[in-house]
């Protein structure tokens, strides 16, 4: 099923959209835990989740608090994790479920950390609710992904996973962090500056792991791809890595999962993390490809086949793809092999990475 020719959206009102939601979220002094911007920011969302006509997760609203305790202080803090759920035609398939996480590293606008995850989820709920999928779609906002909760008991969607999704099935899982900036490649590697003009349209690139947690992710990420010029998928292995985000409990527990990022940009946990270097066509561009992908993935769920088989043919192809027909000439001017086996990918994502893989 083609996305582009359900939404209703025009791209420029998309962006207008994904706009809007990031700078609620995106306050000069941010949304951290425990904080005033943390309330406000909370609230918002409760609003947004209930006028896009989202049903609770479970009860009668969309808060799933717990407690844990408050890091600066040590006291008792009450967190809250946000969910709902666009109702699917048939509520006993397994779910899609589509995460970000909505607290801030730091007392100021973290608009790309991840206030654009958010605004992206907020908007492919929006257009969910016209598509009638078979299955339910989760939409779920976690609180406390960032340090010192980050990957401790009391991380967000880590007490999610564990209190309320023992024992479930899901057809897909996608978490998205740090999404809205230009990837530049110079910013990872050194490359001689007259190769530089060879690595065009890499601010499309997106970073993409989990593809090997389940056989239906490689031929369906390459087809939904393909319809979308303005992104560049660049697949790895999770394991290259590690969790990064929010997908760490559902990876962890052997779920089928997917995670994308641009990676940790020159403004990451800093105070310039604000809406102004924001690509928000990109990141409208982005918005349909993951739209696409759930559609899909509704179409075709994840965890229907054996185990998955190693990912590396369909990341080579993708790579080359996402970096362009001169790559073979940047990597050998860098000392770098042209990826052919999964020995030559460890090479060149230790590389890109500063690190033996």
């Not at 406000?40 to 799933?64: K, Y």
């Not at 561009?285 to 190693?310: N, R, S, V």
Request: glycine letters at 8%; aromatic letters at 8%.
């Amino acid at each position: 099923m083609k996305l582009q020719s359900l939404i209703p959206h025009k791209n420029k009102q998309l962006e207008r959209q994904l706009r809007e939601d990031t700078g609620a979220l995106a306050m000069p002094k941010g949304r951290r835990v425990g904080q005033p911007g943390h309330d406000i920011a909370r609230e918002h969302l409760l609003d947004r989740l209930d006028e896009t006509g989202l049903v609770p997760f479970s009860g009668e609203s969309f808060e799933l608090p717990y407690t844990a305790k408050l890091y600066d202080t040590g006291k008792p803090h009450t967190f809250t994790n946000l969910v709902g759920v666009v109702p699917g035609t048939n509520r006993k398939l397994p779910p899609l479920l589509l995460g970000a996480h909505y607290d801030s590293v730091i007392d100021a606008p973290c608009a790309d950390d991840n206030a654009t995850s958010v605004a992206m989820n907020l908007a492919i709920a929006e257009m969910a609710m016209e598509w009638k999928l078979d299955r339910d779609l989760i939409i779920a906002l976690y609180d406390a992904e960032e340090p010192p909760y980050f990957l401790s008991k009391s991380m967000g969607s880590t007490r999610f996973h564990d209190d309320h999704c023992r024992g479930m099935t899901f057809a897909g899982v996608i978490v998205t962090d740090l999404i809205g900036h230009d990837l530049c490649i110079p910013d990872l590697i050194e490359i001689p500056t007259m190769m530089k003009p060879l690595l065009p349209s890499t601010e499309k690139i997106v970073f993409m792991t989990g593809a090997e947690s389940d056989g239906v992710f490689p031929e369906i990420v390459e087809e939904v791809s393909a319809d979308h010029k303005g992104v560049r998928i660049f697949p790895t292995l999770n394991s290259y890595v590690g969790n990064l985000s929010d997908h760490h409990a559902f990876e962890r527990n052997g779920h089928p999962f997917l995670f994308f990022s641009c990676a940790q940009g020159k403004y990451y946990h800093h105070k310039l993390d604000t809406i102004d270097w924001i690509n928000f066509p990109k990141l409208a561009h982005i918005t349909h490809f993951i739209a696409d992908l759930l559609c899909k993935l509704d179409e075709f769920p994840a965890g229907e086949q054996a185990d998955a088989d190693d990912p590396v043919e369909f990341e080579i192809r993708m790579i080359r793809k996402a970096l362009g027909p001169k790559l073979p000439l940047i990597l050998k001017a860098v000392g770098v092999t042209m990826p052919e086996t999964r020995d030559d990918l460890d090479e060149l994502i230790g590389y890109l990475t500063g690190s033996v893989c």
